[in-house]
Structures are given as C-alpha cells and as structure tokens.
C-alpha cells in the first residue's frame, strides 16, 4: 500500500520524456516556418517585412511592458487552464507547435529581407524577444502536459486524485513562468526596443 502511494504521489515527476515532446514540436514548428517562407510571394515580403520591427521611434517603454507583461500572462493562464482538462495535450501541443512556426518564420524572413544582415537581426532583435517568452511557455506547457496526464492516469486507473501534490507542483511551475514573463516583457521594453532602434540605423 505503501509502495503503491509512494507511485501516485511521484508520477506527475517520471514524465520527463515530455521535456524531449515539446522540444520535437518546438523544432518542428521552426522547420515548417522556415519552409513555409519560402512559397510567400515576394511582393508581400516588404509588407510582411515590417511586422519584424514594428516598435515604433515614440513607443512608450511602460506602455509596451505592460501589454508584453499581460499578453504574456493570458498566454500562461490559458495554457494551465487546458492543463487541468483531459483535452489539454493536443490544444497544448498545438499551440507549442504554433510558436515554433512563428519563430522560424520570423527567422526565415529576416534572412530573405535583409539577407547577411538578417543574422544580426535575428540575433539582436528576434532572441531579446522570443528568449524568455519560449522558456516560459516551455515550463507551462510541461507542467500543464504532465497535469492533462496525471488526470488520465488518475481517471482510468480509478485511483484518487493527489490535488495537494498536483497543486503544489503547478502554482511552483506557474509562479517561475510569472518571472520569466515579467523579466522577458521587462527586456523587450528596454534593451529590446533599443536593439530594434539599432538595427534600423544600420
């Protein structure tokens, strides 16, 4: 009896295969960004080009760190939210998968608008906007994955439901992204928005 609580209070912890998961859908999502640049046409280039530097020379700082912060926030929510359901690891999933397409678009774009200098691009002003937000939706996404399986195990097996320990885990997992978000939205409105501001005077 022992031996078997000792299991239930522990599996939520033996999943850590579902790190290795989000990292196949995140590289898979860059890949399918990077090859679907490449049937853009290239009169939309330009126009889709400006989404890359869209940070205005009057952009107030506060202003854009709070909507960084709250968007990012939502985001968070929302991901643990699909957690607590048995439906969560294909929505989840997805929208890990959306965000690699995003960035390797992103990537994909530079390049093809600013070739060469596209690297600097990327590096100066994508990484500084993408870093924190990725870690953060790469811990959410575990813990909300590792919840929707737990329910699962917990549900099929007919064993009760450890909300203590389940609880404990999350609003830990949750608490680090919070940090993670305001430090990532706290970045992309200061450095961020300089690094954006030099790489157009280049």
Do not use: W
């Amino acid at each position: 009896m022992k031996r078997r609580y000792k299991h239930r209070s522990s599996f939520i912890h033996k999943y850590h295969h579902v790190y290795i998961f989000i990292t196949i859908l995140v590289v898979s999502g860059f890949v399918m960004g990077c090859i679907g640049s490449r049937f853009i046409e290239a009169s939309d280039i330009e126009s889709l080009s400006s989404l890359l530097t869209t940070v205005g020379e009057d952009v107030e700082a506060y202003r854009f760190f709070i909507n960084q912060f709250f968007l990012g926030i939502v985001l968070i929510v929302i991901v643990f939210l699909f957690g607590t359901s048995l439906a969560g690891i294909p929505i989840i999933s997805f929208i890990v998968f959306t965000k690699g397409v995003q960035i390797g678009f992103s990537c994909a774009l530079f390049i093809c608008t600013y070739q060469f200098k596209g690297l600097l691009g990327i590096f100066l002003t994508l990484v500084p906007q993408v870093f924190f937000d990725v870690l953060a939706l790469y811990l959410i996404s575990a813990s909300a994955i590792q919840c929707s399986m737990y329910i699962c195990y917990s549900t099929t097996n007919r064993e009760k439901l450890d909300l203590r320990k389940l609880m404990n885990n999350l609003l830990n997992d949750i608490f680090i992204c919070f940090l993670l978000v305001l430090a990532g939205s706290y970045l992309k409105a200061t450095l961020g928005i300089e690094f954006i501001k030099l790489f157009n005077l280049i």
